[in-house]
């Protein structure tokens, strides 16, 4: 099933994939193999080249610490199935008030 737009008329308007991180989004891994999660905060771009990079929460192997993706990962880590986490609508804090 591909997503659908909040608005999408009765046609079934499609919604375009994004290509980089969404700011309030928090990707997944969708393996249970790891516990990595990725809350974005803000992308940024490089003053020269344009580059966007991704500014946010990592939570790898049970901690939480500042960290930071550009493009290349965004392809990296979509070939290592990651999903976005975030439902439409909701906070991309957990319920304790801290990072998903």
């Not at 891994?29 to 940024?44: I, L």
């Not at 946010?56 to 979509?78: K, M, T």
């Amino acid at each position: 099933m591909k997503p659908v737009s909040p608005t999408a008329s009765a046609a079934n308007e499609e919604v375009a994939a994004p290509d980089f991180y969404e700011i309030g989004h928090t990707y997944v891994s969708a393996s249970d193999v790891t516990d990595w999660r990725f809350r974005v905060d803000m992308v940024t771009t490089h003053p020269l080249d344009g580059e966007r990079t991704a500014l946010g929460w990592r939570h790898f192997r049970g901690e939480w610490e500042p960290y930071a993706y550009g493009e290349d990962d965004w392809g990296v880590l979509l070939v290592s199935q990651i999903a976005d986490a975030t439902a439409p609508g909701t906070s991309p804090l957990a319920e304790d008030g801290g990072p998903r």
